[in-house]
C-alpha cells in the first residue's frame, strides 16, 4: 500500500502549519536543466558553494533543487522571496530559520534519497522526517544487531525474510527522525532511540536511553511516500495533529 496518491497540489493560498497540523510536502529532484538553474539562483553563497562540492553533477543537481524546493516552500509561508529566507545553524549543522518576526515558530526538516525529497513542516514543535529508499542488501540483520537494540535487533530475526527489509528501514527511519528532530542526527546514539518494528503495529517510539515515559513525549507517523521508498516523520508534543499532504511544483 502507498500513500503516494495522498500528495496533492498545494492551495495558492497557502498558509503555515498550526499548532494543530503538519506539512509534509514530497519534491521530485530530478527535474529539466533548465529548472535546476532557475532554483540555483535562488541559494546564498555559501549553498551554491556546497553544491560545488558535490563531484557528480546528478548529485550536485539533486541538491540544489532540494534546497531550492526548501527556499521555495518557506518563501510561500513568510510570504517572502526564496532568496531572501535566511537560515541559522545549529553547532551540529541543523539549519532553522533566523529569528525575525515570529518566523522562528516555523519548524522544518528535509531529507532526500535517490531522486525523491520530503519536507516536515510545524508550528513551535520540533520535527525531524526521514526518507529512505527501500534498497535490498544482504546484512540488513548485521547492521540492526550494531545499531538496534537487542530487543528490536531480535524482533527483525523473527521476521519472515520477506518483512525483514521493512522493518529494518521501518525501525532506521524512526530513528534518524528522531534525531533530526532534536538535532542530533547521526551523532546521537541509535540504538538508545527504541522503536516498534512488530508489523501489525503502529509505529511509536518506545523507549530513549530505557526511559519510555520520555519516549511518549514524541509521536511517529511511518508511511510509503512513494513506490521502494518508506518515511518516517517525529513530531514533539502530546497535542492532536493533522498531517496535510502537498506535492512541491514551482508554480501557484
Known amino acids: 500500500m502507498t500513500d503516494s496518491s495522498l500528495f496533492s497540489l498545494p492551495p495558492c493560498n497557502l498558509c503555515s502549519p498550526s499548532s494543530k497540523t503538519v506539512h509534509l510536502w514530497r519534491s521530485n529532484l530530478d527535474v529539466p536543466i533548465e529548472r535546476v538553474r532557475e532554483l540555483a539562483t535562488i541559494l546564498s553563497d555559501d ?34 522571496k526564496p532568496d531572501r529566507v535566511q537560515f541559522e545553524y545549529s553547532s551540529r549543522g541543523k539549519p532553522k530559520l533566523a529569528e525575525s518576526g515570529g518566523a522562528e515558530k516555523l519548524q522544518f526538516n528535509v531529507s532526500h534519497s535517490q531522486d525523491l525529497a ?23 540483520q548485521n547492521i540492526a544487531r550494531r545499531f538496534f537494540s537487542a530487543q528490536e535487533s531480535a524482533i527483525i530475526d523473527s521476521l519472515p525474510e520477506e518483512e525483514k527489509i521493512a522493518a529494518f528501514f521501518r525501525g532506521w527511519t524512526g530513528k534518524e527522525a528522531y534525531l533530526k528532530a532534536t538535532g ?34 514524541w509521536h511517529l507517523h511511518s508511511f510509503i511516500p512513494a513506490v521502494d521508498y518508506i518515511a518516517t516523520v517525529a513530531i514533539e508534543g502530546h497535542l492532536q495533529f493533522t498531517i496535510n499532504n502537498y506535492q512541491f511544483i514551482l508554480d501557484c
Open 184 to 217: 542530533e542526527g547521526l551523532a546521537g546514539s541509535l540504538d538508545a532511540v527504541e522503536v516498534s518494528l512488530v508489523p501489525s503495529e503502529p509505529v511509536r517510539l518506545l523507549a530513549l536511553n530505557g526511559d519510555s515515559q520520555a519516549a511518549a513525549r
Open 118 to 140: 520530503l519536507y516536515g513542516f510545524s508550528c513551535d514543535r520540533a520535527i525531524g522526517v526521514d526518507l529512505e529508499y527501500l534498497r535490498r542488501f544482504d546484512d540488513a
Open 47 to 80: 549553498e551554491r558553494a556546497r553544491a560545488e562540492r558535490f563531484y557528480f553533477e546528478l548529485h550536485r543537481n539533486r541538491f540544489i533543487v532540494s534546497r531550492g524546493g526548501l527556499r521555495t516552500i518557506l518563501g510561500r509561508y513568510l510570504n517572502l
